[in-house]
C-alpha cells in the first residue's frame, strides 16, 4: 500500500468516519453505526472498502485497525506512473461519487466537465424541462453548483438543445433524430458462452472502475463476479438476454424470478455502442419476458454514482421505493409495475 492509495481510501467523508469509530474501538458494524450515526448500509459499505484496501482487519467483532500498516504505507512514497491524462484529472478534481464538487472557472475544463454530465442524457431522446431537471439536481446534491446554472451552461455550450420547453443531448454529426431502437438482436443465452463471460467481464470492470474511481485491477474483477455470480441467470430461475448489434454482442441484462415479481440486473451496454438506443431496447425486452411468464412486476437496486442508469430507468417508467433488500452496493431501489 502506498501513500496514494491510503489517501484515495480515506478520501469519501463516511469512510473517514468508520475508520475513525474503529480507531476509537468500535469492534464491529453496530457499534461503528452507534459512534458515528450512520445507517447500517453505510457503515457496512465503508468497513467493506476499508478491509478491501487493507486498512481494517478481522471481521465484525473484530474489526480492527492495522497501524503498522498505516504507518508504513504514509512513509511509502508514491510510485511514479504514466502521464495523467487531462480530462481524467479534470473530472477526478470536480466529480465525486458521481456528483459534481465543484465547476471550473476555465472554459475548456468546464465544458468536459459538462460534456461529462451530458452523458446522463440518452442522445437523439427529447426530455421535459422537470426531466432534465431531476437528473441535473443529482448532479448537484454535494453543493458544487445549482442545477438551473447547470442547465443554462449546457444549453450554452450546446451540449443540450432547448425548444419550447423540450431538452436533447444532439447526436454525433448534427444528425437530429431520436434514438432508434431498431437494429438490435436479443437473444436469451447461457453466461459461461466465450463471448458472454467478455460481455459480463466488462460489465464488472466498469462497475468497480466507478466504485473505486480509478482503474480496475484484474484481481478486483475476478472477485467481484465470484461474489455475485451470474451461473442463475438461466431458467428456471432467471434469464440472461444479450443483444446484438450489427453481428457484435454489444450489451445484456437479466432477470431473476421472484415470488410475484422479477429482479433486473447486469444491465449494460459495452460504450462504443452507446447511444444508439440500447438501454431502451434491453428493458423492452426483458419487460416483454416478464410478461410472458406472468410477471408483472419488475425490481433493482443501483448506486448512487451511477447516475445515467437512474435517468435510465426513471426515463422509462420506474418509480424509486423504500429499500426491499440490504445489497451491500444498494443505494436506490426501483419498481415499475407492467401493464
Same mark, same amino acid.
Given at each position: 500500500?502506498?501513500?496514494?492509495?491510503?489517501?484515495?481510501?480515506?478520501?469519501?467523508?463516511?469512510?473517514?468516519?468508520?475508520?475513525?469509530?474503529?480507531? &476509537?474501538?468500535?469492534?464491529?458494524?453496530?457499534?461503528?453505526?452507534?459512534?458515528?450515526?450512520?445507517?447500517?448500509?453505510?457503515?457496512?459499505?465503508?468497513?467493506?472498502?476499508?478491509?478491501?484496501?487493507?486498512?481494517?482487519?478481522?471481521?465484525?467483532?473484530?474489526?480492527?485497525?492495522?497501524?503498522?500498516?498505516?504507518?508504513?504505507?504514509?512513509?511509502?512514497?508514491?510510485?511514479?506512473?504514466?502521464?495523467?491524462?487531462?480530462?481524467?484529472?479534470?473530472?477526478?478534481?470536480?466529480?465525486?461519487?458521481?456528483? &459534481?464538487?465543484?465547476?471550473?472557472?476555465?472554459?475548456?475544463?468546464?465544458?468536459?466537465?459538462?460534456?461529462?454530465?451530458?452523458?446522463?442524457?440518452?442522445?437523439?431522446?427529447?426530455?421535459?424541462?422537470?426531466?432534465?431537471?431531476?437528473?441535473?439536481?443529482?448532479?448537484?446534491?454535494?453543493?458544487?453548483?445549482?442545477?438551473?446554472?447547470?442547465?443554462?451552461?449546457?444549453?450554452?455550450?450546446?451540449?443540450?438543445?432547448?425548444?419550447?420547453?423540450?431538452?436533447?443531448?444532439?447526436?454525433?454529426?448534427?444528425?437530429?433524430?431520436?434514438?432508434?431502437?431498431?437494429?438490435?438482436?436479443?437473444?436469451?443465452?447461457?453466461?459461461?458462452?466465450?463471448?458472454?463471460?467478455?460481455?459480463?467481464?466488462?460489465?464488472?470492470?466498469?462497475?468497480?472502475?466507478?466504485?473505486?474511481?480509478?482503474?480496475?485491477?484484474?484481481?478486483?474483477?475476478?472477485?467481484?463476479?465470484?461474489?455475485?455470480?451470474?451461473?442463475?441467470?438461466?431458467?428456471?430461475?432467471?434469464?440472461?438476454?444479450?443483444?446484438?448489434?450489427?453481428?457484435?454482442?454489444?450489451?445484456?441484462?437479466?432477470?431473476?424470478?421472484?415470488?410475484?415479481?422479477?429482479? &433486473?440486473?447486469?444491465?449494460?451496454?459495452?460504450?462504443?455502442?452507446?447511444?444508439?438506443?440500447?438501454?431502451?431496447?434491453? &428493458?423492452?425486452?426483458?419487460?416483454?419476458?416478464?410478461?410472458?411468464?406472468?410477471?408483472?412486476?419488475?425490481?433493482?437496486?443501483?448506486?448512487?454514482?451511477?447516475?445515467?442508469?437512474?435517468?435510465?430507468?426513471?426515463?422509462?417508467?420506474?418509480?424509486?421505493?423504500?429499500?426491499?433488500?440490504?445489497?451491500?452496493?444498494?443505494?436506490?431501489?426501483?419498481?415499475?409495475?407492467?401493464?
Amino acid at each position: 500500500m502506498t501513500a496514494q492509495v491510503l489517501a484515495g481510501a480515506l478520501a469519501d467523508d463516511v469512510r473517514r468516519r468508520v475508520f475513525a469509530a474503529i480507531v &476509537l474501538g468500535g469492534a464491529d458494524a453496530t457499534a461503528v453505526a452507534d459512534r458515528t450515526g450512520l445507517s447500517a448500509r453505510q457503515v457496512l459499505t465503508a468497513i467493506r472498502r476499508l478491509v478491501d484496501t487493507g486498512l481494517v482487519t478481522g471481521g465484525d467483532g473484530d474489526l480492527r485497525v492495522d497501524a503498522d500498516r498505516v504507518r508504513r504505507a504514509a512513509r511509502t512514497p508514491a510510485v511514479p506512473g504514466p502521464a495523467e491524462d487531462p480530462v481524467d484529472r479534470v473530472l477526478r478534481t470536480f466529480v465525486r461519487d458521481g456528483r &459534481l464538487t465543484g465547476l471550473p472557472a476555465q472554459r475548456g475544463r468546464r465544458r468536459v466537465v459538462l460534456a461529462h454530465v451530458a452523458e446522463s442524457f440518452e442522445p437523439g431522446e427529447r426530455y421535459p424541462e422537470r426531466a432534465v431537471d431531476e437528473v441535473l439536481r443529482r448532479w448537484c446534491e454535494r453543493g458544487g453548483c445549482d442545477h438551473v446554472s447547470l442547465r443554462r451552461y449546457l444549453v450554452d455550450e450546446q451540449l443540450l438543445t432547448r425548444e419550447q420547453g423540450v431538452y436533447w443531448v444532439p447526436r454525433p454529426h448534427g444528425e437530429d433524430r431520436r434514438v432508434d431502437t431498431t437494429g438490435w438482436t436479443m437473444t436469451a443465452t447461457h453466461p459461461d458462452r466465450p463471448e458472454v463471460a467478455a460481455l459480463l467481464e466488462a460489465y464488472y470492470e466498469e462497475m468497480v472502475r466507478r466504485y473505486h474511481g480509478r482503474p480496475a485491477r484484474p484481481e478486483e474483477v475476478a472477485a467481484a463476479m465470484a461474489d455475485d455470480p451470474s451461473d442463475d441467470l438461466v431458467a428456471p430461475t432467471g434469464v440472461l438476454l444479450v443483444a446484438y448489434r450489427d453481428g457484435d454482442p454489444a450489451a445484456c441484462a437479466g432477470l431473476r424470478y421472484r415470488p410475484g415479481w422479477a429482479e &433486473l440486473t447486469r444491465v449494460y451496454v459495452r460504450p462504443e455502442h452507446r447511444g444508439h438506443g440500447g438501454g431502451a431496447a434491453l &428493458l423492452a425486452a426483458v419487460e416483454e419476458r416478464a410478461r410472458s411468464f406472468g410477471i408483472n412486476r419488475i425490481r433493482l437496486d443501483t448506486r448512487s454514482d451511477l447516475v445515467e442508469a437512474r435517468a435510465l430507468y426513471a426515463r422509462h417508467g420506474y418509480r424509486e421505493i423504500p429499500a426491499f433488500n440490504d445489497g451491500v452496493y444498494a443505494e436506490h431501489w426501483f419498481e415499475k409495475i407492467l401493464s
